[in-house]
């Protein structure tokens, strides 16, 4: 489904002409809430490789970005981390250009990309679009702006305890704003209908267009109209 011009939904990815972009992988997240105490089976990082793959097959693209936080730890890379990332930048590596941009989790990225080759970037600008995290206010941004960051998802007073991730449309500003949701099937993500919001790109959301993956993409109207 078309977001916006030439912009479509593939799943929880946006495609545009030969990009492909994910948001937020955050691998590594298992060691994360073992660390809390709870349990869960490290095998995320397969699932996310066949998810990508599957989406890969449909849209067809020759360049992958990743929009911020490929990892989850902030000061360190875990040996989950390590092992994790170079498992799933050596899945695409040699068919694909992968390009990173750096999210608020990847303040240590720098040695996983190094090693593999892997381009990173603040922003990323392609034709009238600007692909940012999210996390801080940009300058100089296109016609378009793309966030993750935010993890946007949505619940619904009928079934209050689910959460269905989303895509948001609307302005920031004199600019499009589309922000992409969590890749990572561990994270739910943030009612937009109840909790605060993360990014400094997101403040009234009542005239934003909500886009529900599930089966397939559903276009529910703007946020002000399902409220």
């Keep these: 489904?078309?977001?916006?011009?030439n912009i479509e939904i593939v799943d929880l990815a946006l495609k545009y002409k030969d990009y492909l972009i994910f948001g937020d992988l955050?691998?590594?997240f298992e060691e994360s809430l073992v660390n809390q105490g709870i349990l869960v089976p490290y095998s995320q990082i397969d699932?996310?490789?066949?998810?990508?793959?599957?989406?890969?097959e449909k849209a067809k693209p020759k360049i992958i970005i990743i929009n911020g936080d490929l990892k989850d730890e902030f000061g360190?890379?875990?040996?989950?981390?390590?092992?994790?990332?170079?498992?799933?930048?050596?899945?695409l590596k040699e068919k694909y250009k992968l390009i990173f941009i750096k999210g608020n989790h990847d303040t240590i990225l720098e040695p996983i990309a190094r090693k593999r080759d892997i381009e990173i970037k603040e922003k990323?600008?392609?034709?009238?679009?600007?692909?940012?995290?999210?996390?801080?206010?940009?300058k100089n941004l296109k016609k378009t702006v793309i966030i993750s960051h935010e993890h946007p998802a949505i619940s619904f007073k009928e079934r209050p305890d689910e959460?269905?991730?989303?895509?948001?449309?609307?302005?920031?500003?004199s600019h499009n704003l589309i922000?992409?949701?969590?890749?990572?099937?561990?994270?739910?993500?943030?009612d937009i209908t109840k909790?605060?919001?993360l990014s400094p790109y997101l403040k009234d959301l009542r005239n934003f267009e909500i886009f529900i993956v599930e089966d397939k993409v559903y276009n529910f109207g703007k946020l002000k109209e399902i409220k």
């Design 1 to 5: 489904m078309k977001i916006l011009d």
């Design 26 to 28: 955050h691998l590594g």
């Design 47 to 56: 699932q996310v490789i066949k998810s990508v793959n599957k989406i890969i």
């Design 76 to 91: 360190r890379i875990s040996q989950q981390e390590w092992r994790d990332s170079l498992k799933f930048i050596d899945s």
């Design 124 to 138: 990323l600008d392609i034709d009238s679009i600007s692909i940012i995290h999210g996390d801080a206010i940009v």
């Design 163 to 173: 959460r269905f991730k989303c895509f948001l449309k609307g302005k920031y500003k």
């Design 179 to 190: 922000v992409m949701p969590s890749f990572n099937p561990l994270i739910e993500g943030s």
């Design 195 to 197: 909790e605060k919001f």
